[in-house]
């Protein structure tokens, strides 16, 4: 996993689906808080700007979503602020 993580092409996705449960699978909401805290922060397999990339302007160019997934005059306000020493995924089953 690490080795095909560290690729530049790699980006991250959730394959959590909006089903019919009230109960959603907790990649539903825990998906990037996990990749950047595990691969960036605690084992340092990528930098953390790197990660950010992967979950932001890799999947939205992969996906046509124009001026979304970085920060630019112009571009949309798609931003995220966190504390990286508090960054955890908390998504559990029985709370997503």
């Given at each position: ?45 990528i930098s953390?700007?790197s ?9 939205a ?6 001026n ?24 559990t089953?029985?709370?997503p």
């Amino acid at each position: 996993m690490e080795k095909v993580i560290k690729k530049d092409y790699i980006n991250i996705v959730s394959d959590s689906l909006y089903g019919d449960s009230d109960v959603p699978h907790p990649r539903k909401y825990g998906t990037f808080a996990k990749f950047i805290a595990e691969y960036a922060i605690d084992k340092k397999t990528i930098s953390l700007t790197s990660a950010i990339k992967k979950c932001t302007y890799l999947p939205a160019t992969r996906m046509s979503l124009m001026n979304r997934g970085y920060i630019a005059d112009g571009a949309c306000a798609d931003i995220l602020i966190f504390n990286r020493d508090k960054l955890k995924d908390n998504a559990t089953y029985g709370e997503p």
